[in-house]
């Protein structure tokens, strides 16, 4: 019983492999997630859960660097990042403290500021007195980050299905953000990424049984800088720094007005321990009893939205009521968990990237209308079926034997069905690079099959089942040697940030390991079977 499944396992797996493709390019349960904002019909359009990319579906591509420039290999002396900040953005007649961002971890401090020239940089970063060893154009990681979250959130928020942002770098060493939107033109695009969101701090305090809401206490334009979140240096929680400006154009500060508002609303009586907090319920919009009593609270609000509600420290509430807190216009929104910080920080700077992206340069956008994207898909078809037929071809004339070629076209296309199976699966956009991936697989794979039927059948007769194992396991070894050279020579494109390349070498070297492990060994087993009789 067991031993027709020991002889044929590598067949038996081949059979799983087809199988396993099958349920995740057709099952329901594996098409793409939609979108907020859409349902799940429009998220799956076609017959199968193949997700298309920008080549085959139309859409846009921005390709930009950020904005700025990075000294390195700083020296701070011992100095918090704020006291950095502070002092080089004191040099800079053009730019303040929330467009110089300190990098403790990687030695650096950046400035994003479009208007700052490298040379107005280096002169500030000499006055101010801090070591560096270069200045360099662009950002550090930690912005680049920082501004693939926020643009993805802008996708997200505006429910475009499909829409990715990564990190690129240069063969020169340059770093671009990539953005990827199918479906929507250039300028739908550029919209997106430099739109800013409604956002602004309300204060929600008891009015006789019910809530009232004062909004606007504080808006975007207020703020001079926005920190990045930060771990409590009390012990649980986190926190985003923020400093309001106490500058005044026309009337009174933004500061000196919050101030006033703060202590109109009785900040200053709600919150005299620390065990006092808010009590806001975003469901009903009132304020709930906390500890016997109903306090005022601040709510952050985006897109009219509020996202989260805070107490507020009791020294802060007290110099807020003494009038001398607008001199400084310091001030922390304190939140439970790192992650909800990050978030806080985020919302706050309303969705503008922490750096400009320079889309003013030739060939950082290109758009691909959807008649385009679905002329692509079918000659990618058209030259998919070629190539069959081509290297079909090619076999039959070069053996002339249906029992050998046959099965060594099947294996071969199993495997481009097995690489579908795994870009459904994943939810890997298909791109002419990937398909080219594809056809470069067909290619390598018949070539090892080539190697096999060789190998087997040029030295006469194969009827012996050890006399095929032996010549086999000769093939095996050219194959296994060639597959490692293939994986070695694409693994860089693989690791760096190459854009399409990225997409060619994954493919490519997937491909290759389900032949060496799968396709390669069960058509050796189907050639046994069909060439040898004992």
Known sequence: MLEPIKENWRILLLVLVVIGSTVTLFGPGFGPEPAPGENASEARQGITNLQYGLDLAGGTRVRAPLSGYTATDVAFGGDTPGTVAEAVAAELDNASVRNVGVVPEEGAVEVTEPSVTESQFRAAMDASGYEYGDIREGVTQETRDETMEVIQGKINEAGLSGGSVQQVQSITGEYFILVEVPGQGRQEVIDLLEERGTVRIDIAYPDGNGTAVQEGALIQDDFEEIGTAAQSDRGTGAYVPVTVRNTAENGQSPAHSFQDAVAQRGFQDAYQTQADRCGYNPETGGIEVVNGDRNPCLLLVVDGEVVNSFGMDPGLADSMAAGSWADTGNFRLTTGEFAEAQTISLNLRAGALPADLDISGEGTSSSISASQGENFRTYSLIIGVLSVFAVSGMVF???????????????????????????????????????AGFIAVVGTGVDDLVIIADQVMSEGDVSSRTVFNSRFR?????????????????????????????????????????????TRPAYGDILRRLLTVR
């Open 397 to 435: 004339l070069r053996y002339r034997e249906p029992r050998v070629a046959l099965p060594m076209i099947v294996t071969a296309l199993t495997e481009v069905y097995a690489l579908l199976g795994f870009a459904a699966l994943l939810g890997y956009p298909l791109e002419l690079a990937v398909i």
């Open 474 to 518: 000769q093939a095996f070894w050219v194959i296994g040697a060639a597959a490692a050279t293939t994986i070695i020579a694409m693994s860089p494109l693989m690791v760096l940030s190459l854009g399409d390349l990225s997409g060619f070498a994954i493919f490519t070297v997937l491909g290759v390991l389900v032949g060496v492990l799968i």
